[in-house]
């Protein structure tokens, strides 16, 4: 570690933000005295170009913060909001924890303990290490970490075989981008500095989006779909395409598998009927459609926000399929791009050592029905052990989540950077370092880059990072399998498969000195311009025997959102609502931060003018968005941006700094989406009335 000493001039250290963002920025670190005094975009690592997003720029402030928590606690009242704590050791801290773990196996057995855990921290080492090894080694339950991505994921990759697709890079040579469900200007910020490059070669920017975002605002065209719809228009794409003869049929027959099936579910989908599932103009799809078939290279860029709908995982599958059909994977800047993070030759397995597993499997509980489990899952779940994860704020239905956690007979261990609102239901609270603090390596889900995260400041007072706190307690529980010993550079050793081509002429010892290394994957290539498709066909799968082995409609199809227009809801609660993050906040990071709190001045729900006049709601005045599940408070914003009958609130607020305590999750619903397991956060129907 490089730090400075007190009056010595500053140093910089080379970080890495570790947030779960495509981005994946290489940071600049200035310390001083002990402290982190400045944080910039290093100019000397591509994909960051010495840029930054303003919650990041301001990382000190973060870093530094006063409600840092530096010492374990002990809740000494009550659960919940108000909660008080004091201080205990470490020992002590760790000493209850073996005591209770104990106790409950010997009572209850080992999978009544949950580790509950996502992104909070997204180094390979902070997200999956010496974590897994403790509560594998322990038997306790599976967490299937499905809140984000798992639907995107599985549709994505049943029909591409893996989170691969164009080189971001590439980008700047499209003609036409596609960016559908992404809003690349708050959530993508250099993929979208690419696209401007692309931009002013004469690219065409068209986006799809329910809502006209900032990035929708800065394209050429705008379709505004119904949220959920997304898959009713890739089909109808297809049918244009079809009956036009605008494919590649050369490109069709050498690399892709069953395209015959695929025209009979695409006749189903004519443009009328795809535009009115929709709620857009016929017109619009029959243009994209030529559009999208005559100009070349064609780029699509989507991202995770189709798949939190009932159809999610249907959704990515239906939009993966257009490249092939068109041959827009001929050229280094066409295709799709879901994710890069199928690229890296992570070896999981030797991180995470699921063979400390006792057998048979212990049972697996799904993050995004948390609030369920903890109320009816059999046998019950006795204790929790939260990290990188905020549950009593991004977890769906967060009512029943707020129920769950407030159980007396629940023991919960909460490790953050703050008093969260999950922290205010907590038995123990433990103190975590910040990625300034400690060392990691990093993939990316948005570039191609492998990274080295350097401690820039020794941790802060007693705070521990993950791999410390998970290392302490596996002695403290008697484990003796010498990978408890694993020093995090020993991790980091065992974070790739350093042998793979993929990481030609690179190991641990070559990227700790350099920072960063590109993956030896040639530039300006097309991934799969002569099929090679990492599917177990080895081509496009329009037809996929792995969705119709596990029971799934093995062709795309439209999958209705369950509660939208037609449900039996909509007379009740007809506006859908969706919750896209708040530009400030990232997930329910950052949210603690005075600067970004007064920028987002408070909760706020958008409304189209049409429906806000309805319901006799003026701009800045506060209203009750709500359903049969609970109901928020929040600040109308009325404009143009919305579609009419679609709602959108800012997320994700802590509950305890909402002006009533509660947030958007509030009325999302724990229903899970038709593959993967995931949260269908954008398929909700509300009400909004003045308070």
Known sequence: MTTSAAGESPTI????CPHDCPDTCALDLTVRDGRVIKVVGAADHPPTDGVLCTKVAFYPERLHHPDRLLFPLRRVGAKGPGAKFARISWDEALATIVERFRRIIAEDGAESIVPYSYAGNSGLLGYASMDRRFFHRLGA??????ICASAGAMGYAATIGAMRGFDPENIVDARLIILWGTNSVVSNLHFWRLVQQAKRRGARLIAIDPLRTATAEKCDQHLALVPGTDSALALGLMHVLIRDGLLDRDYIDRYCVGFAALAERAAEYP??????LCGIDAGEIEALAHAYATTQPAAIRTNYGINRTAGGGMALRAIACLPALVGAWRHPAGGVLL???GNYPVASAALERPDLMPLPRPRTINMSTIGHDLMHA???????????????????QSAEVVRGFAREDLFTVVHDLFQTDTADYADLVLPATSHAEQLDIHKSYGHLYVQVNRPALAPLAEALPNTELFRRLARAMGFREACFADSDEDLCRQAFDWQDERLAGLSWEKLKADGHARLHLPRGAAPF???AFPTPSGKCEFFSETLARAGLDPLPTFIAPREWRESDLASEFPLALITPPARNFLNSTFANSARFLAQEKSPAVWLHPVDAAARGIGEGEPVRVFNRRGEFHARAVVSERMRVGVAQATSIWWRKLSPD???CNEVTS???TDMGGGATFYDCLVEVSRI
């Open 13 to 16: 250290v080379r970080g890495v």
């Open 141 to 146: 339950a599976q967490l299937d970490r499905t």
């Open 271 to 276: 443009v009328d009927r795809a535009a009115a």
């Open 339 to 341: 994710s890069t993070s």
């Open 378 to 396: 059999t046998p019950p779940i006795k204790a929790l052990f939260v990290y990188n994860s905020n549950p009593l704020a991004v977890a769906p």
């Open 529 to 531: 311009a002569d099929g």
């Open 661 to 663: 305590g509660r947030n």
């Open 670 to 672: 724990q229903a899970l």
